[in-house]
RNA sequence: GUCCCCGUAGUUCAACGGAUAGAACAAGAGAUUCCUAAUCUCUAGAUAAGGGUUCAACUCCUUUCGGGGACACCA
C-alpha cells in the first residue's frame, strides 16, 4: 500500500467515522504535517466540526478516533486543538520498500493520466536569433512537467511550434541584407550567408539557418527532444487559417470594422476584442494560433493542452482562451507564464551576451556550465518567481552546489554496491529500526506523492527539492548506518535499502534530465 | 491610468488556509583508526507596512510603499 493509497484510506476512514459519530458528510482533507512528531498524516476536521457544532474539538477528535480500527497505524494521536495525527505502521512501510525494488524504473509510475493525451509546448521562441536565458527557461520546465505527466500516465507531446510567418521574418530579412529596415543586429547576423536580394525570402532561409543550427542544437545541449516540430507557414500555406476564420464567421463571433476582421473575443471574458484579418489583408498572429490550437484539439485529439510563455505574453493568454473557447474547447487550454530571468555574477546581473551582442544567451551559460546545472538551477524556482540564476554558485563552487549533492548521494550508493558480492533479495526488512533507517524509507516512498502533486499542480520546483531531500536523507543515514558490516543479514538488508535509494533517485534524475554518475 | 507576477534570514529560493515559517550559499563552532569529508552535527538569522475575513493567514480580501512585465491591425 502506497502513501497515496494510505492518504485516500484516511480520509474514508475519517470520513466514515463522522458519519457515524455525527451524523454529517464532510470531506476531509489529509495533511502531510511538516514535523515528524506530528505524524506521517494528520487531519483538521475536529477544529472544523468543533467550530460549527460548538462543541470542544478535542472532544470530536476523539469520538472520530474510536471508530478508526486499522492495521495501517502504529498509533493514532490526538493532539491540541484537535489535530489527529497518523503514524503509519513500519511493517507498511518495508512492505512497501519491497515493491521500489521490484517495480525499478517503474516505481512512481501512476495511472492518473491513463488513456488521455497530453501537450505541452514550450519554448517556441522565434527562429530570429539565438535563445536567451529568457526563453530558454521554457525548455527545462516543459520539459520536465512532460516527464512528470509521462510518469503520472499520460500520452504525452512535447512540441515547438515555429513562428516562420510574418514581419519577424521580414525583419530578419533586412537585417541580413543589412539595409534601412534592419532590426536585428550582432555577430550572428553577420555569420548568416544568405544568398538574394529579396528580403522575406532571405528571412525564411535566415530564420531556417537560425532554428537548425543554433536554437536545436541548443536545445540539444540542454538535452531536450521534441516530438514535434510544427511550422506556422504550413497553417498559412494549407488555408487552415481561413478555414478556422470562416468556423469563427458562421458562429457570428465576427464583424468588420475599419476595414479590418475582428473577433468578438469580449464575449468570451477578453477585456478587447481582437483583429484577425488586418486592413492590409494579412492575418494576424493571433489568428494563425487559434487555427494551430483547433489542430492540436480537433485533428490530434489532445484532452489537454499546455502552453508555457514568457511572461511578456501576458496580455495575449486572453485572446486564445477565447478563441479556444469559441470553438468548443473550453478548459482545455492552459497557459503557464514564466517570469523573466536574470544571470547574477558576483552579485551583478549580466545582461548581454559577449559574442553576439544580444541579450545573454543559453549558450552563454551552456559554454561554462553542464546542462545538469543549468536545468536543475531553471527548475529549483516556481514559474512565477523572478528568477536570478546565481552564476557563481552554479560555476564557481560547484563542489557546494545542490545538482552536485544530489549526484554525490548516488555515486556513494553505487560504489558501495560495487564492494558488495552478491545482494539477495529480502524476506523483510526486520532489522532496520534505526531512526536513519526508517526516515529513509519514508522519503523513498514520498516520491509517488511529489509525482502525483506535481502532475495536478504544475508545481515543478517540487522535484528538485525533493531530489535535495532524499539526498539529505540518505547521507544521514550514510552517516550513523555503515552498510558493509559483518552481520550478513543486516548488511544485506542495508544493500537493499539503499538500492531502493537508488532507484528512486536516479528516477527523478531521470524526470529533470540530470544524470546520475556513478563516480564522482 | 488599467491588468498580471513578485516582495520571506546577509544572498538565492521553499512552505495543499493548519501545529515551532523550511533549505542552500555566506558567517561561527565541531566530527574522519570505518562503505568517497563533494559528507555529517550544532549555533545565529526572515514573512515590506497597515487594516480585515477565519477556530487557524506567508497563503484569502483591502489600502499603501517598493521591483518587474503587459496594455498593437508586432510576432
Redesign the pocket.
Known amino acids: 500500500m502506497s502513501s497515496m493509497d494510505i492518504r485516500k484510506e484516511i480520509k474514508s476512514l475519517v470520513e466514515d467515522s463522522i458519519k457515524k459519530t455525527h451524523k454529517k458528510d464532510f470531506t476531509v482533507?489529509?495533511?502531510?504535517?511538516?514535523?515528524k512528531?506530528?505524524?506521517d498524516f494528520?487531519?483538521?476536521?475536529a477544529?472544523?466540526i468543533?467550530?460549527e457544532m460548538k462543541i470542544n474539538?478535542m472532544d470530536v477528535a476523539l469520538d472520530i478516533k474510536k471508530n478508526i480500527k486499522s492495521e495501517l497505524f502504529k498509533k493514532i494521536?490526538i493532539?491540541?486543538?484537535?489535530?489527529?495525527?497518523f503514524f503509519v505502521s513500519e511493517k507498511i512501510i518495508k512492505q512497501e520498500i519491497k515493491t521500489v525494488l521490484k517495480e525499478k524504473e517503474k516505481f512512481g509510475n501512476l495511472e492518473i493520466g491513463k488513456g488521455k493525451k497530453i501537450q505541452v509546448e514550450f519554448v517556441s521562441a522565434?527562429p530570429t536569433g539565438p535563445l536567451t536565458v529568457g526563453n530558454g527557461r521554457g525548455g527545462p520546465f516543459g520539459d520536465v512537467l512532460g516527464n512528470v505527466f509521462k510518469k503520472a500516465g499520460y500520452k504525452v507531446e512535447k512540441a515547438y511550434y515555429v513562428?516562420d510567418?510574418?514581419?519577424?521574418?521580414l525583419?530578419l530579412g533586412h537585417s541580413i541584407l543589412k539595409d534601412e529596415e534592419a532590426k536585428y543586429s550582432g555577430e550572428y547576423i553577420d555569420a548568416l550567408k544568405v544568398k538574394g536580394n529579396d528580403a522575406y525570402e532571405v528571412g525564411k532561409k535566415g530564420a531556417e539557418i537560425i532554428l537548425n543550427e543554433m536554437i536545436k542544437k541548443t536545445i540539444d545541449k540542454l538535452g531536450i527532444k521534441y516530438d514535434e516540430w510544427f511550422f506556422?507557414s504550413v497553417l498559412h500555406k494549407k488555408g487552415e487559417i481561413d478555414k478556422t476564420i470562416e468556423t469563427l464567421k458562421k458562429k457570428d463571433l465576427t464583424y468588420e470594422?475599419?476595414?479590418?476582421l475582428w473577433f468578438k473575443s469580449t464575449n468570451f471574458k477578453d477585456?478587447?476584442d481582437?483583429?484577425l484579418?488586418?486592413?492590409?489583408k494579412?492575418?494576424?498572429?493571433?489568428a494563425?494560433d487559434i487555427a494551430y490550437h483547433k489542430y492540436k484539439f480537433e485533428k490530434k485529439k489532445f484532452d489537454k493542452v499546455i502552453n508555457i510563455w514568457?511572461?511578456?505574453?501576458?496580455?495575449?493568454v486572453a485572446?486564445l482562451k477565447a478563441g479556444v473557447e469559441a470553438l468548443g474547447y473550453k478548459d482545455k487550454l492552459e497557459v503557464i507564464?514564466l517570469?523573466?530571468v536574470?544571470v547574477?555574477k558576483d552579485?551583478v546581473p549580466v545582461k548581454m551576451s559577449k559574442r553576439l551582442g544580444t541579450a545573454i544567451t543559453m549558450d552563454d551559460l551552456l559554454e561554462e556550465l553542464s546542462s545538469d546545472v543549468v536545468r536543475f538551477?531553471f527548475l529549483?524556482?516556481?514559474?512565477?518567481?523572478?528568477?536570478?540564476?546565481?552564476f557563481?554558485?552554479a560555476k564557481e563552487?560547484?563542489?557546494?552546489?545542490?545538482v552536485?549533492?544530489v549526484?554525490?548521494?548516488y555515486?556513494?550508493i553505487?560504489?558501495?554496491l560495487?564492494?558488495a558480492e552478491n545482494i539477495k533479495t529480502v524476506k523483510e526488512f526486520s532489522l532496520l529500526n534505526e531512526k536513519r533507517e526508517i526516515e529513509l524509507m519514508k522519503q523513498i516512498l514520498k516520491f509517488k506523492e511529489v509525482i502525483e502533486?506535481t502532475s495536478m499542480?504544475h508545481?515543478l520546483?517540487?522535484i528538485p527539492?525533493y531530489a535535495?531531500?532524499l539526498?539529505?536523507t540518505f547521507?544521514?543515514?550514510?552517516?550513523?548506518?555503515?552498510?558493509?558490516?559483518e552481520d550478513k543479514e543486516l548488511k544485506n538488508q542495508?544493500l537493499n535499502l539503499i538500492l531502493a535509494t537508488q532507484i528512486t533517485l536516479k528516477n527523478v534524475l531521470d524526470l529533470m534530465g540530470v544524470s546520475a554518475?556513478?563516480?564522482?
Open positions: 482533507q489529509v495533511l502531510k504535517p511538516k514535523d512528531a506530528h505524524g494528520a487531519v483538521s476536521v477544529l472544523e468543533g467550530k474539538p494521536e493532539v491540541s486543538p484537535g489535530f489527529i495525527n522565434n513562428n510567418f510574418g514581419k519577424q521574418i525583419s506556422e470594422n475599419e476595414g479590418a477585456e478587447r481582437r483583429v484579418i488586418k486592413e492590409n494579412e492575418k494576424t498572429y493571433l494563425g514568457g511572461a511578456d505574453h501576458f496580455g495575449d485572446g507564464l517570469q523573466f536574470t547574477l552579485g538551477f529549483e524556482k516556481s514559474a512565477n518567481t523572478h528568477l536570478a540564476f546565481n557563481n554558485l563552487q560547484s563542489e557546494k552546489n545542490p552536485f549533492y549526484q554525490y548521494a555515486a556513494r553505487s560504489s558501495i560495487k564492494k502533486d499542480d508545481q520546483q517540487r527539492q535535495i531531500d539526498a539529505t547521507h544521514g543515514f550514510y552517516q550513523d548506518c555503515q552498510v558493509l558490516v542495508r554518475p556513478e563516480k564522482m
